[in-house]
């Protein structure tokens, strides 16, 4: 609805005056004579809003014309000049009781005392209205009446149709302005059009002051003056538009109305030619500064565009609890379909509501920053037009403590990948002005803990302070972070925040509107990852097909990180036996490549750097020495020249002799550190190097030229900033990360030390617990993996805690001859220490009662054992890996769960190693892979082991296993996972649920997979095994969600033949969906137990369900708990309740039965010889009543 600026639109119910049927065009009847047969002119003129008194035109009415302004700029400036001389002339008359304003926003006495005491403006002499033949004034009656009364101020009302605007609104009857400026009964049909008067904006003034905040009474910028576009039209915004010069007391505020709803695309605010200049150059800065992904690599040739999927949270559960356990696990099927492009991502197309707070989430290495950077590139492309400005925070930046920054520091300057600006006052100006067209992006963040710290409530000074001196330079980033991520700054801008989803997420959750998650790589994605980085076309072949025939390998492609660790593998392995088998031999390997590569380039350095040192000996001699002097100087310089190349070759054999064997000293030592701080890092969950900790600069050398460590370059001090463009200013320092920067980098940054790789740093922590001294075995115990708390209770682990265990289970029986690359101990001390390692883990994975774990840590015990198979080199097996393996395939129970947790490609291959050894010594087990997010291709390498009993999985993915093996041909496993296949008992938890489950029992009824195969015919003759051994069925969707299941509930009832529990408690039924249901019923001939509790069912809806139970001879158990029956409804049931032979137990307590329908239910429960309960207590039955109904039967009870 469109709003008067400045006052409040609402419904009434009395009306001063009429006006009669109105036309279509009003404006032609906007004069004297119209007006006068029906406006009161005491009513019309005792309205402040509309009158030109004192008190209202300085207080209150501020943000609208007033009586005397003009809409045109002439004679606004001539009523200044007016008021300038007849400032003492008129004394302001108070207006009677009746008259005055009386909405709840109106100054009270004191605070127009206060008004008073301001320096006050005089009325302004009427003008002659020259812009149209309908204006017209009521001047002369307002002079005569000022003459009369001298203290009285004219009356003057100046209405001209230029400047007030017809909206059409349908639909309403009586329209009530508050405060009332003009009140108009409407017509009562819906039909007829209503009219609403919004005074068009007045012509631009160049005195206007900003108004002040309704929070602090901060005085914001002049261009966050202006509101957003309504939703009624154009003409209606621009109504809305300040005109006038005063503002608004905080206090006092004429508040229009509630925010209006988001447009779907912010509209562009007029910005100057600086900012434009700006925008364009931020776009060319980004543009470029994004293009790298990694050594060699960039966006525009390597990038692979990553799916990301739409999550969900479980409705009706704790938010206190881990993410990863209140997000929905989607099926491999729904999670194609809830699959969005990098342009849908915020919305505001194709129908889709635009986001403006989103969560991004994806575990280590999945391409969050990559996705980030992609979306910069898009921006700085024109591919995101919603957005004028881009800003990308960093986490790391939090390292910063200094209270010396604001708000347009922190966006401008501390922002990554941010250019110079030579205004930016202007810009932050826009930026405050249009905030809605602001993007700001927060990465670098490795926890949602991090988040939900930034987000716990502020001081209230401190928001105060904030909110009214933004721009002071004296808050830390900390305290800006969390007033961006509180909405207390920028409340209109766009959040897009990236973490990993293991954590509580409480606040986070209470404001986000968007949960999305990086999708891994499929197997076309992978192969399309390959063909971009192998350009030798040979190599990119022999590298695919060593790819697919090592399947570890190329299921851990499926992480964008791993498969770029698989890449450096393939492009220096020779041939397939080189290839590492494990997670633990892929590192083990890319780190020994890294550190040969550097020791090729550090000897290659050396020997430019040697010849270089030479030259200048050989320049150093004058024309004035004699041919002798030269001659033996040539010759000193030849010895020198050959002791210098005898010392090359020296070296050069020692370093053959360590690449054959172990690693030099020197790298043994830095491997040593550099083990210890990635543990340090690991315990503390941080990818940064610690700062307290003394690194010495070798080791930070041998990191940066490894590519172990990256820099990031944070500014800690402010750079002064020139406004012009030529001279006098300092050039600003961009943030690199590869460690340029321009300017004095010594006195203005930071330098921050990072770990390059998540999964180098945690296997550089695995070598320091498996080989280092410094780790004791009484050490080295606790490190190990399902340690229980003081409680008993298995503690949840980080993401980097997982696979450090992993890692220094698997060198453990990693091969001995790769292991004497990362020690420098003898040959008996190192046995020694690695046997009394491995009978720890041994010890302790064997006293593991693995009937106890959870799902999560079964999974983990079987990648455990997997690292520990790594094969030596001669192929050989290690005996206690084996023992491992036997012994966990031995131990797990028959029924192996993983209800609940994801399945990435790489765990379903370790589960596969374990069942398949099982299935060796003779065991059997059950699978239970629902909400599990198993890809199709992994459900199939599960459930096709010989060893399998049953299995339960999504409906929806097993229904597609099951077409694409009907289509491969592939009959006898096609026979094996429909027999295997079960539902029972079956919990719909999402709407999903039921339409799957509409599809299968589908298939079940017509005894095919679809109309047009005719293969599986023999294989579903008798139909689905899983449906006709479905008995009970529970529905959990709850009050929101469960009226959207129950259509397609309805219409697959009648194929449950063998249903013996329905169970439909809080589903919101109701009448309608009772008859319903009702029809259904007659089908369901097994049905023993049904729950209709909590339902809203009244008593036309169980008079219907009390027919149709004489239809099921077995029912034994009904609840209508709590729903809205009455006695018509219990006479209902006690007429049929005779009927029902096998029914034992009724509950309809909580109902809206009085002592007759409590009465009519007691004594059909005489003719009830098998009723065993009746529960029919509420508050409306006497109690006296109740008592004695117990006292003549006591199968009736209170509970």
Not at 141 to 157: C, M
Not at 757 to 772: E, I
Not at 1000 to 1011: F, P, W, Y
Request: proline residues 6%; contains cysteine; glycine residues 6%.
């Amino acid at each position: 609805m469109c709003v008067l600026s400045g006052a409040k639109m609402q419904e009434g119910d009395q009306d001063p005056f009429n006006l009669g049927e109105l036309p279509d065009d009003i404006s032609e009847y906007f004069n004297e004579d119209y007006l006068g047969k029906f406006v009161d002119p005491d009513v019309l003129f005792g309205d402040p809003w509309l009158s030109c008194m004192e008190e209202v035109s300085t207080s209150t009415c501020s943000a609208l014309p007033t009586a005397t302004e003009l809409p045109s700029l002439d004679s606004h400036q001539q009523g200044q000049e007016d008021k300038t001389t007849t400032r003492n002339k008129r004394k302001r008359s108070r207006a009677p009781r009746s008259q005055r304003c009386t909405d709840e926003n109106t100054p009270t006495r004191p605070k127009r005392r206060r008004a008073a005491a301001r320096p006050k403006t005089k009325e302004a002499q009427p003008e002659p209205v020259t812009q149209g033949a309908d204006a017209v004034t009521e001047q002369s009656s307002a002079e005569e009446e000022a003459a009369a009364l001298p203290s009285t101020p004219p009356r003057i009302l100046h209405l001209h149709p230029s400047s007030f605007q017809f909206i059409t609104i349908p639909d309403m009857q009586t329209l009530r302005l508050s405060p009332p400026v003009i009140r108009l009964p409407l017509p009562n049909t819906p039909t007829t059009p209503t009219y609403i008067f919004v005074p068009a904006s007045s012509p631009p003034f160049k005195p206007q002051v900003a108004p002040l905040s309704p929070t602090n009474g901060a005085v914001a910028p002049v261009q966050m003056s202006s509101s957003p576009p309504g939703s009624l039209s154009d003409t209606a915004s621009k109504a809305m538009s300040p005109t006038c010069s005063s503002p608004l007391s905080p206090s006092s505020e004429m508040s229009t109305c509630k925010e209006s709803p988001l447009p779907q695309s912010p509209t562009v605010v007029d910005m100057t030619q600086v900012v434009k200049e700006y925008i364009q150059e931020a776009k060319a800065h980004m543009s470029q500064s994004c293009q790298d992904m990694e050594s060699g690599l960039s966006l525009t040739s390597h990038y692979v565009d990553v799916h990301v999927s739409q999550r969900e949270i479980r409705s009706g559960k704790n938010t206190n609890k881990a993410l990863d356990k209140e997000l929905i696990i989607m099926g491999d099927t729904d999670r194609q379909k809830s699959l969005l492009e990098r342009n849908q991502i915020f919305g505001g197309s194709n129908g889709i509501k635009p986001k403006h707070y989103l969560l991004l989430l994806g575990n280590a290495g999945m391409g969050k920053t990559t996705l980030i950077r992609k979306l910069c590139l898009d921006w700085s492309r024109d591919c995101i037009p919603q957005f004028d400005f881009v800003f990308l925070l960093d986490g790391k930046a939090l390292s910063l403590a200094e209270p010396n920054y604001s708000l347009q520091t922190l966006l401008l300057n501390l922002s990554s990948l941010a250019p110079s600006c030579i205004d930016p006052e202007a810009v932050y100006a826009q930026i405050l002005a249009a905030p809605k067209r602001v993007l700001v992006i927060f990465d670098g963040f490795g926890e949602l803990r991090d988040y939900e710290i930034l987000l716990q409530p502020q001081e209230k000074d401190l928001i105060t302070s904030l909110q009214k001196y933004s721009k002071a330079q004296n808050y830390t980033v900390r305290q800006l972070y969390s007033a961006v991520l509180q909405r207390l700054l920028l409340p209109g801008c766009t959040l897009l925040l990236s973490t990993r989803p293991r954590g509580t997420a409480s606040q986070l959750l209470r404001r986000t509107d968007s949960l999305l998650e990086v999708c891994g790589f499929t197997p076309t994605d992978v192969e399309t990852y390959l063909s971009q980085y192998f350009a030798d076309p040979d190599l990119r072949a022999s590298a695919l097909d060593c790819l697919k025939n090592c399947s570890y390998l190329h299921l851990l492609c499926w992480n964008p990180g791993l498969c770029r660790l698989v890449c450096l593998v393939l492009e220096q392995c020779k041939s397939l036996e080189a290839l590492p088998r494990t997670l633990t031999g892929l590192c083990h390997q890319v780190l020994r490549l890294k550190i040969e590569k550097d020791r090729k380039n550090t000897q290659s350095q050396a020997e430019t750097q040697s010849e270089i040192s030479v030259q200048p000996e050989e320049e150093t001699q004058t024309q004035t020495s004699s041919r002798s002097q030269v001659k033996g100087r040539r010759k000193n310089t030849r010895t020198r020249c050959q002791r210098a190349r005898r010392s090359r070759k020296q070296d050069r054999e020692e370093d053959d002799g360590d690449e054959e064997g172990v690693y030099s000293t020197q790298e043994r030592e830095i491997l040593s550190q550099l083990g210890s701080l990635a543990w340090d890092g690991v315990k503390t969950n941080s990818s940064m190097l610690p700062t307290g900790r003394t690194i010495s600069a070798k080791v930070k050398a041998f990191g940066h030229r490894t590519g172990l460590f990256f820099s990031y370059h944070q500014r800690s001090k402010q750079v002064a900033l020139s406004c012009g463009r030529e001279g006098g200013g300092s050039e600003e320092m961009e943030m690199r990360e590869n460690g340029e920067t321009r300017g004095n980098t010594e006195n203005n940054d930071a330098q921050i030390l990072l770990w390059a790789n998540p999964f180098l740093q945690s296997y550089l922590a695995g070598v320091h617990l498996s080989l280092s001294r410094t780790v004791s075995d009484r050490a080295f115990l606790p490190t190990l993996p399902f340690q229980s708390g003081q409680k008993g209770r298995r503690r949840p682990q980080r993401e980097e805690l997982d696979l450090t265990q992993r890692f220094a289970v698997g060198l453990l029986y990693h091969d001995r001859t790769e292991l004497q690359r990362l020690h420098s101990y003898s040959e008996t001390v190192f046995r020694d220490m690695l046997a009394a390692k491995q009978a720890l883990v041994t010890k302790h994975l064997e006293g593991l009662s693995f009937g106890d774990l959870s799902p999560a840590q079964v999974l983990e015990a079987c990648h455990y054992v997997y690292e520990a198979s790594s094969t030596n080199a001669d192929g050989s097996r290690d005996n206690g890996s084996e023992s491992l393996v036997a012994h966990l395939a031995a131990n797990l129970p028959e029924v192996l769960t993983f209800h609940g947790v994801p399945l990435k490609p790489s765990d379903v291959f370790a589960v596969q190693n374990v069942l398949e050894r099982g299935g060796t010594e003779g065991r059997r087990f059950c699978l239970d892979l629902e909400d599990s997010g198993v890809q199709i291709s992994g459900l199939r390498a599960l459930v096709g082991l010989n060893n399998i009993n049953t299995y339960r999985a999504c409906i929806a993915d097993v229904i597609s296993l099951w077409e694409q093996l009907e289509q491969s041909g592939e009959e006898e496993l096609l026979q094996g996972t429909v027999s295997k296949f079960k539902i029972h008992p079956l919990k719909a938890t999402q709407v999903c649920h039921i339409e799957h489950l509409a599809k299968l029992v589908n298939i079940h009824v017509h005894k095919r997979l679809s109309d047009s195969s005719s293969q599986s015919d023999s294989i579903l003759a008798e139909g689905v095994p899983a449906v006709n051994e479905l008995h009970k069925l529970e529905l959990e969707l709850g009050p929101e969600k469960g009226p959207l299941g129950l259509p397609k509930l309805w219409e697959l009832l009648p194929g449950l033949h063998n249903l013996q529990h329905l169970d439909l408690e809080k589903s919101k039924i109701g009448d309608k969906g009772a008859e319903k249901l009702a029809d259904a019923l007659v089908s369901l001939g097994s049905l023993e137990i049904l729950n209709l509790s909590q339902n809203c069912i009244g008593d036309q809806g169980v008079t219907k369900l009390a027919a149709t139970l004489r239809a099921l001879p077995r029912l034994h158990c009904l609840s209508l708990y709590s729903n809205m029956i009455s006695d018509e409804g219990a006479e209902s049931l006690a007429a049929v309740l005779p009927h029902v032979a096998a029914l034992t137990d009724l509950d309809v307590k909580y109902n809206k039965l009085t002592d007759v329908g409590a009465q009519s239910l007691g004594a059909s429960l005489r003719n009830c010889r098998n009723m065993k309960t009746l529960r029919m207590w509420n508050q409306c039955i006497p109690y006296g009543v109740f008592e004695r109904l117990q006292q003549q039967d006591s199968r009736i009870l209170w509970q």
